[in-house]
């Protein structure tokens, strides 16, 4: 049953409540940009504004955050001097001391963190334990469905901002790229749940933005994305890649995704919109393979292209990417939230090697056996 879980002693001016967190790897550098770039489309312009201001202390709620993108958000939010509950179900470790980062750092940021433990699926519970504290701004990283997020709804009717994460996957494949935010949305993509969401957001009448990430990396990234690549490379085995290898994708760094949640944060430009969040440059598959063998220091891969058509892997991905053109226009959040990318592709490719991979910490054990239906075969495509 869903509870409320004390971790450690509430300071004199904090709720009764009280958690930890585990702290971003890395500081972000400074963010003070003024960014002039014209949009190539007309943005929508805001309905309504916003109560909450960027400035004042809040009291944010965050819908997961123990993972990976929600534990560099909350180091900034903590930093900033907003009160941060994280809401789990308490399975994994709330904290963990992590690269470059002293014990005395750890101490301190762990000590502001506060955990609300239950089951978000858990609606009446939801209900009751989020109207009990009158959190002022949610953000939701782990929302999938339209029902998770109404009972946050119903709880909290002063809500002054719900902050959703949401998916650039949620676009209609298109010939015309890359994405802008007014494209046609694919409402039969696997990622429909968060369009759904999106919609309900909007019916609420709630201040509400919507971040679209496109394939997201970095340090803690339990998706194979990165990793897929840097086991291979560690291996020294040879990198296969569908078809040509030239489809042209896109990638952002976790702690530039985690910015950018911060900068919609009582930006009343914010106020009811969607915005692509990615890196600045396009890559293609087989540039991708180079890239991640130059930030990590590995010689340059051999890399061997196949029709992914004469191959049978059952249920096994032999790829982590979608095989198509698939990559986003962040000119909008770049001309209104004051915000641009801090990692290149390459610098931001070594920040996950150096911080994770590098030393030895990885999600998933390496998996070849794709690899080897590919290689064993001679029906290869050659660069």
Excluded at 25 to 54: C, D, H, M, W
Aim: contains cysteine; charged residues 25%.
């Amino acid at each position: 049953m869903a509870r409320l879980v004390v971790l450690q002693q509430a300071s004199p001016q904090s709720p009764k409540l009280s958690s930890l967190l585990p702290s971003s790897l890395s500081e972000f550098n400074g963010s003070a940009f003024r960014i002039a770039i014209k949009s190539r489309r007309k943005a929508l312009q805001p309905n309504g504004s916003f109560q909450v201001t960027a400035s004042s202390a809040k009291k944010i709620l965050i819908m997961g955050g123990t993972r990976f993108i929600g534990v560099f958000l909350t180091r900034l939010l903590v930093k900033d001097g907003h009160q941060v509950t994280l809401f789990t179900r308490g399975k994994a470790s709330i904290t963990q001391q992590l690269p470059g980062e002293s014990d005395q750092e750890y101490k301190e940021f762990k000590s502001k963190v506060l955990h609300l433990k239950g089951d978000r699926k858990d609606s009446e519970f939801v209900k009751s334990s989020l109207a009990a504290e009158g959190f002022e701004v949610v953000y939701d990283i782990n929302g999938r469905e339209a029902v998770e997020a109404e009972p946050i709804l119903d709880a909290l009717p002063n809500l002054e901002q719900y902050i959703y994460c949401s998916s650039a996957g949620v676009y209609l494949k298109s010939d015309l790229l890359p994405h802008f935010e007014s494209d046609a949305v694919d409402p039969k993509s696997r990622h429909k749940g968060k369009l759904e969401t999106e919609s309900l957001l909007d019916s609420k009448g709630v201040n509400w933005t919507s971040l679209r990430p496109v394939y997201i990396y970095g340090p803690l990234n339990y998706n194979p994305v990165e990793e897929w690549f840097f086991h291979r490379l560690k291996a020294g085995r040879p990198i296969p890649i569908p078809n040509s290898g030239v489809q042209i994708t896109q990638l952002g760094h976790v702690k530039d995704l985690a910015d950018a949640f911060v900068k919609v944060l009582g930006n009343p430009k914010a106020s009811k919109q969607v915005y692509n969040i990615s890196g600045s440059k396009y890559v293609t598959f087989n540039g991708l393979a180079r890239a991640c063998a130059k930030a990590a220091g590995f010689p340059e891969p051999e890399i061997i292209n196949y029709n992914p058509k004469e191959f049978d892997f059952g249920k096994k991905k032999a790829f982590p990417f979608r095989d198509q053109h698939f990559f986003a226009s962040i000119e909008k959040a770049q001309a209104e939230l004051n915000w641009k990318p801090e990692f290149g592709l390459i610098d931001g490719l070594a920040d996950s090697y150096n911080l994770d991979f590098g030393r030895g910490t990885y999600r998933k054990e390496a998996d070849f056996s794709t690899d080897d239906i590919i290689l064993g075969k001679s029906l290869v495509l050659q660069n």
